[in-house]
C-alpha cells in the first residue's frame, strides 16, 4: 500500500565504501527525485528522472549515480563514500515535469563513520 | 542564484490562534509555490500549493501569493499541538527544473 518506498531505512558504514539505496513509487507517476537533508534539515535536490531520463543533476559529485531501470524505480549508487555524505536521503515522485504534489518516501538516513 | 528563504524560528503561537508563516523566493521565473511540513523524523508531507496571485483557502490553511512582491505565505487558524512541525516553502518553474525548498520554519504550538 506505500506509495513511495525506500529501503533500507537506516545505513551505517565507513568511510571508502560503495552503497546503495533503492527506491520504488506505485503511484504511476512520469517523475522520481533523490533529494539530500543535511544535520541542518536543508532539503536540497540531487537528481530528478523522468520516463528514466535524467533530467536535474544538480551539483552532486560524480560518486553520486542515479539508475532508473524502469519509470517506478530510481536507485542512487554512493561511491566512495565520505563523512560528508552523511545526511538523509529522501525520494520522491510526481506527475510530469512540473513538480506538481511530490510524495516523498520515508527516508534513508546514512551515517558514514 | 535561485533562493528561498524563511524565518528559521522558532515561531511559537498559542492553542487556537493563527499562525503565519512567510516566505520569499529570488527568482522571478518561479510559477508554482508549495508548502510542505515535515515532522520531525519524517518525510515531508505536500500541504498546499498555490500558482496565482491571491489567495488559496483549505480548511485551517490558506496560503497566499504575492508574485511582485516575489513573497508567499502560509496562514494556520486555529492552531493546534498537532501544527507544531518545520514548515518548507519550495518553489519552481513549470518546468520542475528549478525545484528549491526554503531552509524551513519552526512552528511550536503551546497548548
Known amino acids: 500500500d506505500t506509495a513511495v518506498s525506500q529501503t533500507p531505512k537506516y545505513l551505517v558504514t565507513q568511510m571508502g565504501n560503495d552503497k546503495s539505496i533503492k527506491c520504488e513509487q506505485n503511484?504511476?507517476?512520469?517523475?522520481m527525485y533523490w533529494y539530500k537533508q543535511d544535520s541542518k534539515k536543508f532539503l536540497k535536490i540531487m537528481f530528478s528522472?523522468?520516463?528514466?531520463?535524467?533530467?536535474i543533476n544538480e551539483t552532486v559529485p560524480n560518486r553520486f549515480s542515479p539508475k532508473s531501470p524502469d519509470k517506478a524505480h530510481l536507485n542512487l549508487h554512493i561511491n566512495s563514500l565520505e563523512l560528508g555524505d552523511s545526511a538523509v536521503y529522501f525520494c520522491?515522485?510526481?506527475?510530469?515535469?512540473?513538480?506538481?504534489?511530490?510524495?516523498f518516501g520515508p527516508g534513508t538516513r546514512l551515517t558514514v563513520t | 542564484q535561485k533562493e528561498v528563504e524563511q524565518n528559521s524560528g522558532p515561531l511559537s503561537v498559542p492553542e487556537g490562534a493563527i499562525a503565519s508563516l512567510n516566505c520569499t523566493y529570488s527568482?522571478?521565473?518561479?510559477?508554482?509555490f508549495f508548502w510542505y511540513r515535515q515532522y520531525s523524523g519524517k518525510s515531508p508531507e505536500l500541504i498546499m500549493f498555490?500558482?496565482?496571485?491571491g489567495d488559496k483557502e483549505d480548511g485551517r490553511f490558506t496560503a497566499q501569493l504575492n508574485k511582485a512582491s516575489q513573497y508567499v505565505s502560509l496562514l494556520i487558524r486555529d492552531s493546534q499541538p498537532s501544527d507544531s512541525a518545520t514548515y518548507l516553502c519550495?518553489?519552481?518553474?513549470?518546468?520542475?527544473?528549478?525545484?528549491?525548498f526554503g531552509p524551513g520554519t519552526r512552528l511550536s504550538v503551546l497548548p
Open positions: 528522472y523522468n520516463n528514466k531520463e535524467l533530467i
Open positions: 503511484l504511476g507517476h512520469d517523475t
Open positions: 520522491a515522485s510526481s506527475r510530469g515535469l512540473a513538480g506538481l504534489e511530490q510524495y
Open positions: 498555490i500558482y496565482s496571485n
Open positions: 519550495a518553489v519552481n518553474n513549470n518546468y520542475g527544473q528549478n525545484f528549491v
Open positions: 527568482d522571478r521565473g518561479s510559477q508554482s
